[in-house]
């Protein structure tokens, strides 16, 4: 069947057939932009998982066999085929997650691109071949031969705020390396994912070896991820979904992109003007609805004053309002996270903050906020906002600064701006985080970089070669001489 674009009714994916869910339900998606209907997706009941689970087991072997060249040949005609319907696929985006219009057509063109590198990169995995020789109890007469093999079904779940570029970023290195996939995209986001599976079937997905199944966390979400079919799990979203899905997984390897506190931390001899910059460019893109987004501020006193300054001059100067009409600040994904980010405002308000500047509410859209004079006993100081808001802490030593990295629950990025680089290597040692940027904000990528986090964000290394690498297991034959 068809997808039903008339009516704004759209389909999953099983054995390569557009299927309504038996259940007759759908969820509504809404546009955070005006609240307007995007469309409906299925609300998929277990029995209807359980058949996606057992499709992909069922297609994985004879895709593991087929010839490498041929599963590189798929990825680059996906990439094609995804760059054909960056319009519409843009559109949708935009519309359904609440994304400028530029954006939005720019993670579609960046997917592409990323699809492409990986396919190429999927044709160095090599294997290794070993003696043992040199080692005691009679190594020498023995040969292994070492070779990386696919988990087998891959659970790919997606977030909502790139639901096209992180949802490929797990499906492309899955489906090269020989795994079947089974794609869980975020709920609000999954229109955009269905649509970027669209391109995969029309660039000759065989059947079975990649399934959709979208529906609400409470009916499937345990049942997919404990299924007996699922060999490995890659999942990007919030903290506590993820340890959730860890302890759920139990045996099988889980790879967790999960949520940060990155500080930027703004050194006396610092560029300020290009620290500000950087800053508010990190801080509040997409409303800060991003892991790697800058969330607090962690500034030498002696400059805090001129960098409030300047940081307060170009957060006024941000545009705020629809994704539609071009805005840089735009509707938060939804009320509920609005209600989140005020309340942590309010908290810090009634602590003693100086609110250097914000606005006013309307529904989901939090005009941007800057606070000084932020402490420890502010809620803002800790907790991941994930939205338009921005703590700024005042300290007296970089080893304060070191400090307070260290005590944070989370561990994704950081950045240092200063000149001197021995001082910015010294402190780049010392913060326990996956990624330190020097002079730069806080970012995800290039998408062949390494991408990780500690502590509570997350577990496991992304980035194209590593994401290759984190979906095959080594296999062993020994050869006795």
């Not at 903290?239 to 967790?256: D, N, Q």
């Not at 859209?365 to 906002?385: F, I, K, Y």
Request: negative net charge.
């Amino acid at each position: 069947m068809a997808i039903q674009q008339d009516n704004k009714t759209y389909s999953f994916l099983l054995n390569n057939e557009w299927r309504e869910s038996e259940s007759g339900k759908t969820i509504e998606i809404q546009s955070p932009d005006d609240k307007s209907v995007v469309g409906h997706v299925p609300s998929m009941t277990q029995a209807e998982t359980d058949e996606a689970a057992r499709a992909s087991k069922a297609a994985q072997a004879e895709w593991a066999d087929t010839p490498l060249d041929e599963r590189v040949a798929l990825l680059h005609r996906w990439a094609d085929e995804l760059e054909k319907m960056e319009d519409e696929i843009g559109d949708i985006i935009q519309r359904e997650v609440g994304k400028g219009l530029s954006s939005a057509k720019a993670e579609v063109t960046r997917t592409a691109e990323l699809i492409r590198y990986t396919a190429e990169q999927g044709l160095r995995v090599k294997g290794e071949y070993m003696t043992g020789d040199g080692f005691p109890g009679g190594g020498k007469n023995k040969k292994a031969m070492v070779q990386k093999v696919p988990h087998g079904v891959v659970l790919a779940i997606s977030p909502f705020n790139y639901p096209v570029n992180l949802a490929a970023a797990k499906i492309a290195p899955a489906l090269v390396t020989g795994n079947a996939v089974l794609f869980k995209p975020a709920t609000q986001g999954a229109i955009s994912g269905i649509k970027m599976i669209e391109a995969l079937v029309k660039a000759g997905l065989p059947k079975g070896v990649l399934n959709v199944v979208t529906g609400r966390g409470s009916v499937i979400g345990d049942f997919i991820v404990t299924h007996p079919d699922v060999d490995m799990i890659s999942f990007t979203g919030g903290t506590k979904t993820g340890k959730h899905i860890a302890k759920e997984a139990s045996m099988i390897p889980v790879v967790l992109e999960l949520g940060g506190k990155d500080p930027a931390i703004v050194l006396e001899d610092a560029d300020l003007d290009k620290a500000a910059g950087e800053i508010v460019g990190g801080a509040f893109s997409y409303s800060g609805q991003r892991c790697t987004a800058i969330k607090r501020v962690l500034v030498m006193d002696s400059v805090a004053d001129d960098l409030i300054g300047k940081l307060k001059e170009k957060i006024e100067g941000l545009k705020v309002g629809k994704a539609s009409e071009g805005a840089g600040v735009v509707p938060m994904i939804n009320d509920k996270s609005a209600d989140y980010v005020e309340a942590l405002i309010e908290d810090a308000k009634e602590k003693g903050a100086k609110v250097v500047t914000t606005g006013e509410r309307q529904d989901n859209l939090l005009h941007p906020t800057l606070l000084d004079n932020v402490t420890e006993n502010m809620r803002v100081a800790w907790e991941e906002q994930f939205g338009p808001v921005l703590p700024v802490i005042r300290i007296d030593s970089t080893y304060q600064a070191i400090d307070l990295e260290r005590r944070n629950d989370y561990g994704l990025q950081a950045s240092i701006f200063t000149k001197n680089m021995d001082d910015a290597f010294k402190i780049a040692d010392k913060l326990e985080v996956g990624t330190v940027q020097l002079n730069g904000k806080t970012s995800r990528g290039p998408d062949h970089f390494p991408f990780l986090g500690v502590k509570n964000s997350g577990q496991g290394v992304q980035g194209i070669g590593r994401s290759i690498d984190s979906m095959l297991r080594d296999k062993v034959t020994v050869i006795n001489l």
